[in-house]
Structure formats: structure tokens, C-alpha cells
């Protein structure tokens, strides 16, 4: 089975549970900054999944990989 993008809230408890704090937002966005590396992403918000490259993105600025992927 192919793995399947995360929704965006999914990927927000992740970001919190690596050590991302939740920075002030406007608009459709969730900012994120982590204070121990530094690296600052950002997450849409919506109802639907990720799209494959976003997930991606996100996760390469935050310097993370997907558990099992």
C-alpha cells in the first residue's frame, strides 16, 4: 500500500511532539519554530491531505523524516 500524506492536523502534533512551538498566525497558515535547531516551517490548514511535495517540504524544513517512510 502506498503511503498516504498526512492531514494537516496530523502533521501540526508531530511538529509539537519534535519540539515545534506554534508561533502567532494570520490567514490560512500555522507558523512553527524550533528553539533547539532553529529551522522555522510553516502548515496549511484544511480538511484534506497534504499534497505529496508539501508534506515533503515541510518536513525537510523542519529537518524531520515520516516514521516508516
Known amino acids: 500500500m502506498q503511503d498516504m500524506p498526512w492531514k494537516p ?15 502567532p498566525k494570520k490567514g490560512g497558515h500555522r507558523k512553527f519554530f524550533n528553539p533547539t ?5 510553516e502548515v496549511p490548514m484544511h480538511n484534506k491531505e497534504l499534497k505529496k511535495m508539501t508534506e515533503k517540504a515541510i518536513l525537510e524544513e523542519a529537518g524531520l523524516e515520516k516514521p516508516g517512510g
Open 37 to 41: 535547531t532553529g529551522r522555522k516551517t
Open 9 to 23: 492536523a496530523k502533521m501540526v502534533r508531530f511538529l509539537k511532539k519534535n519540539g515545534f512551538i506554534e508561533q
